[in-house]
């Protein structure tokens, strides 16, 4: 009878660990898969567009927020047109990740983001120009599952040979239901957390597309961190390639 419980709670132990796997060196699977379907997921529209209020919060607490505008096209173009604030009128166009323009009301011109300013902070935020311009992980980041349980695949990612994200390495939850982004941890050349990406209130817009409507990105060395809210969001408008230009990043309203 001793040995009879014995083996029912070895058994017992057995069946809850086994949905959470660590994998071996040797089982470790390419993470392409997994970041194709989230690609696919975040930009899987002819176009989108979002207005979003974005609150940095600095190491004392003291808050400054703005609202802006988003219009995407593709996985690529990308525009960006700022609504409140003192820096109301600045705009921004991506595209490509590593190809972005901004427009300064101030100067009235539209000049080019030098390849190096890329990865710093976007408008104060601690967003870089580069984790903004981000729309397609599949394109720049090679990896492996490190992990996979019922609700989560945990992703290593390393950026792929010849491109610079700013980051020595990326540790990704993504949700097995909706291959969503979730808990995403940016690391340095030095192996130091330099920053931390949380979702939070899901949330389903009146387009029908269910994601979260605050994202999080905080600095766990300072303390600084800054909040995207999502206010609202629209699908496949029939955007025109037009709309994705220089001169409409000057002109455009």
């Known amino acids: 009878m001793r040995m009879r419980n014995r083996l029912g709670i070895l058994l017992l132990a057995a069946l809850v660990l086994l949905p959470i796997r660590s994998l071996s060196a040797q089982e470790?699977?390419?993470?392409?898969?997994?970041?194709?379907?989230?690609?696919?997921?975040?930009?899987?529209?002819?176009?989108?567009?979002?207005?979003?209020?974005?609150?940095?919060?600095?190491?004392?607490?003291?808050k400054k927020s703005y609202n802006f505008n988003i219009k995407q096209k593709g996985n690529d173009r990308r525009l960006v047109r700022f609504r409140s604030g003192e820096i109301k009128g600045m705009a921004t166009l991506t595209e490509a990740a590593n190809r972005a323009y901004v427009y300064l009301p101030g100067y009235k011109k539209v000049r080019r983001v030098a390849a190096h300013n890329m990865n710093q902070s976007f408008a104060g935020s601690d967003f870089s120009n580069s984790d903004m311009a981000t729309s397609c992980w599949k394109c720049l980041y090679d990896g492996t599952v490190e992990r996979e349980d019922a609700s989560h695949y945990t992703l290593t990612l390393t950026p792929k040979k010849g491109t610079d994200t700013g980051y020595a390495r990326v540790s990704m939850k993504v949700s097995r239901q909706s291959f969503r982004q979730e808990d995403t941890?940016?690391?340095?050349?030095?192996g130091d957390l330099v920053k931390t990406f949380r979702v939070s209130n899901t949330r389903t817009y009146s387009c029908g597309v269910t994601q979260p409507e605050t994202i999080e990105m905080a600095d766990p060395r300072s303390g600084h961190k800054t909040t995207l809210t999502v206010k609202e969001l629209k699908v496949n408008q029939g955007f025109k390639d037009s709309m994705f230009t220089e001169r409409e990043l000057q002109w455009g309203k």
């Open 28 to 62: 470790k699977l390419s993470a392409a898969p997994v970041l194709d379907k989230l690609d696919k997921v975040a930009n899987g529209f002819d176009d989108q567009e979002m207005d979003i209020e974005m609150t940095i919060i600095d190491t004392g607490g003291s």
């Open 185 to 190: 941890d940016y690391f340095n050349a030095a």
